[in-house]
């Protein structure tokens, strides 16, 4: 019968569950004896909304995992499928993904990097697919490159809740000839869970150089680099037990020493050996018991510590990727920045050369002035509504054309004038004079006399006292009781159905609010906001029609300047100077392709 490479060996596959099949599977072949463990646990993450995936060029899938878990989701929005190895890809394509670009040879990050298709991105939109953590490689070369990258986190990696006692019980009768480990995280876990001594005794097959570097680090001195896939390591595996012959583990059984003869037996001895037996036995029982249980706590400490540590990672992992963020964003800000300095001085240059370009002669000169002052002109008319600046600019301009007493100038000369009229024909706004009526009425506020306010009558005058004093007791008793009741009821008649009878703190408010209506009505003026002017003169008039004192002068007086200030019109469309810049201009450029 033919001895197959693996005959009799056993060997440990540490691959998630649902990934580890195909492995076992070869090693099977080989004639070895596969021991399914799972290093890691992977849970899902509940699902989080997707984002735009239309916006996205392409979507990279770290891991088989990675695809199992979103690769659902996302395959109905037309992006292109990329994989970072081979194990990925076959899982895309068992998924359904037609296309996948894939490196052909390695299984990591810099073997798709190396693929032509991802040198050019920049402007591209990348949606990483990975589970949480991970290395930031990928996105950070991507990001140099110029692409926009994304992360979407489907799944997390935990430390596994499986029965050790199998695996370290087989380990223990040496049926266990060597460790098969496919990323740094699972060599974590096992170092967790077996120790350093116990991998460090048995060949440990690895698929990167980064995992074989993480297990020199640990105290793992010769681990194997078997290649990223299941073929790979098989591959590995045969090639290094096929020169390495099974060796006999038995040991030749010593024969069984004859027990010497006693021919006086003693019981009582006999029964006190057999009972020290069975207390010693007791007694290791409990102390093998104690000790694992000891160690299942420890176990259980350190992996709670561990989920902390790696939940501290991951909420440090976070924190720096929107560190990253955050910095990608201000250089990207401080390109634009540099964009837009860059164009200050390059406006900045030609405006220079341009008045290089005008000192040529005297024309220049004056047509550049002339410019200058009507578009400083033109951007007071448009942003401040400055007629009057507007209208001397232009004055101005046509004195100077005027002076020089050119043919060539009248066409522009014809233009200003137009302007000029155009301005001339506005209706004049004393914004100055009405902002300041408009401060008096609300310094004037508190002078203005309420429709109910009680005074206090007048006294009697000095005779009628001196009369009074003439007369008796009870005459003056009668007389002051009289004038004490008049000033405690007062009857007046009054022209509205519903008087506004006001206590001393609603006068207050009422004349506090009368002074803001007016405050608001001069920044509405100010704003050129007829509708809002013309409400709150209105609401003001209102109101001093119903709280005030309609026969009192000043409230006549303020009710008649509200009248005048809200028959003036505050807003009224602005025309343009540009007919005249665009003359001069015209003629600059005109000028400018002319020979000599």
């Known amino acids: 019968m033919e001895r197959k490479p693996l005959q009799g060996r056993g060997i440990v596959v540490t691959r998630p569950a649902g990934q580890a099949e195909r492995l076992a599977a070869l090693v099977s072949a080989a004639g070895g004896r596969p021991f399914l463990f799972p290093a890691i646990e992977i849970e899902r993450l509940p699902e989080r909304p997707l984002p735009r995936l239309e916006e996205f060029d392409l979507a990279v899938f770290v891991s088989p995992t990675a695809a199992e878990c979103a690769f659902e989701r996302i395959r109905h929005a037309g992006v292109a499928v990329a994989a970072v190895g081979g194990g990925t890809r076959r899982a895309l394509q068992a998924l359904g993904a037609r296309e996948v670009l894939a490196p052909e040879n390695g299984a990591d990050s810099d073997a798709l990097l190396a693929l032509p298709e991802l040198n050019e991105v920049a402007g591209k939109r990348i949606l990483i697919v990975r589970g949480e953590g991970g290395r930031e490689l990928l996105a950070d070369t991507l990001a140099a490159r110029g692409a926009r990258t994304e992360y979407l986190e489907c799944y997390r990696r935990m430390l596994p809740h499986a029965d050790m006692a199998p695996l370290i019980a087989a380990w223990d009768r040496g049926e266990i000839d060597a460790v098969t480990v496919s990323s740094s995280a699972s060599l974590d876990n096992l170092i967790t869970l077996l120790g350093v001594p116990r991998l460090a005794a048995k060949p440990l097959f690895v698929n990167h150089a980064r995992v074989a570097e993480r297990a020199r680090e640990v105290g793992i001195p010769e681990p194997v680099v078997a290649g990223p896939g299941d073929d790979e390591a098989a591959e590995a595996l045969v090639a290094y037990f096929a020169s390495r012959p099974m060796e006999d583990t038995q040991e030749n059984k010593q024969p069984e020493e004859q027990a010497p003869e006693n021919p006086r037996p003693r019981r009582r001895t006999t029964w006190l050996l057999l009972c020290a037996i069975l207390l010693s036995a007791a007694l290791a029982t409990v102390f093998w018991l104690d000790a694992r249980q000891r160690i299942g706590a420890t176990q259980q400490e350190l992996a709670r510590r561990l989920r902390d540590i790696e939940a501290d990672a991951r909420e440090a992992r976070s924190i720096a990727r929107q560190s990253e963020e955050a910095q990608r964003d201000t250089r990207a800000k401080l390109v634009q920045l540099e964009t837009r300095l860059a164009e200050s001085q390059s406006q900045q240059l030609a405006l220079e050369a341009l008045y290089q370009e005008l000192s040529r002669n005297r024309d220049e000169w004056q047509l550049a002035e002339i410019e200058q ?180 002068k000043q409230t006549a007086d303020a009710l008649n300047q509200l009248k005048q200030l809200s028959s003036a019109t505050v807003s009224f469309e602005l025309p343009s100077i540009t007919e005249s810049l665009e003359a001069i201009r015209g003629y600059k450029s005109r000028r400018e392709r002319q020979p000599g």
């Open 373 to 552: 002052v009507l578009a400083i002109a033109s951007q007071q008319l448009q942003l401040a509504g400055n007629v009057r600046a507007a209208l001397l600019a232009l004055q101005l301009a046509e004195q100077r054309l005027a002076r020089a007493d050119r043919p060539q100038f009248t066409p522009i000369r014809r233009a200003l004038a137009r302007d000029i009229d155009r301005l001339k024909t506005l209706p004049t706004l004393d914004l100055a004079g009405m902002t300041t009526r408009i401060d008096n009425l609300a310094a004037k506020v508190d002078t203005l006399p309420l429709a109910f306010e009680e005074r206090l009558e007048r006294s009697p005058p000095a005779k009628d006292a001196a009369a009074a004093d003439e007369r008796g007791f009870w005459s003056r008793l009668s007389t002051e009781v009289w004038s004490e009741l008049r000033q405690l009821v007062a009857v007046r008649q009054v022209g509205n159905a519903e008087p506004p009878l006001l206590p001393p703190s609603q006068a207050y408010f009422v004349r506090e609010n009368l002074r803001l209506r007016l405050l608001n009505a001069r920044l509405s003026l100010l704003a050129r906001d007829e509708a809002g002017y013309r409400e709150d003169l209105r609401t003001a008039q209102r109101w001093i029609q119903r709280y005030f004192d309609p026969r009192s």
